[in-house]
């Protein structure tokens, strides 16, 4: 299993991060590698709810993600399962004096036979999620982008 962490502060109060963070199909519009995302099924509380991700680059082109942890204005997890590998996604929000501090947490599982892939891209799939996540700060500071 391969895991890393970002964590970066946003000028702008978690309950806004949040409800950005849950509306799952915003990932197209800050994180470069998405191309699409459709509900699946989605329930109220998010918990349990399906969507299918459609990414345009990468090792994988196609996952399948659930929620499987919703508590509003401090987490958001979601599992994620592909061809090659799967990974659960974590968000977690904490309140500050100078805005929100957000941290990723990233757990990848793969197969036997593409650990040791996984192993070796671990940096640079670290360093495209941190990208990513500057383009959610700025779009978030900048508060002119209304939800998808």
């Not at 962490?5 to 309950?15: E, F, M, P, R, V």
């Not at 806004?16 to 699946?40: C, G, R």
């Amino acid at each position: 299993m391969v895991r890393f962490s970002n964590t970066l502060t946003i000028a702008s109060d978690a309950k806004e991060i949040f409800q950005y963070l849950a509306n799952i199909e915003n990932y197209t519009v800050w994180n470069y590698a998405v191309k699409e995302i459709s509900k699946v099924d989605f329930k109220e509380g998010k918990v349990g709810s399906k969507y299918q991700l459609l990414r345009n680059m990468g090792l994988q082109s196609f996952e399948e993600i659930e929620i499987i942890e919703c508590l509003p204005n401090e987490n958001l997890t979601f599992e994620a399962s592909g061809n090659i590998f799967s990974y659960t996604m974590m968000y977690e929000l904490e309140q500050q004096s100078q805005g929100t501090l957000l941290i990723n947490k990233v757990e990848m599982k793969s197969s036997a036979k593409n650990r040791i892939m996984i192993k070796m891209m671990q940096n640079n799939i670290k360093k495209s999620v941190n990208k990513n996540l500057h383009v959610l700060k700025n779009i978030l500071e900048k508060r002119g982008v209304v939800l998808v």
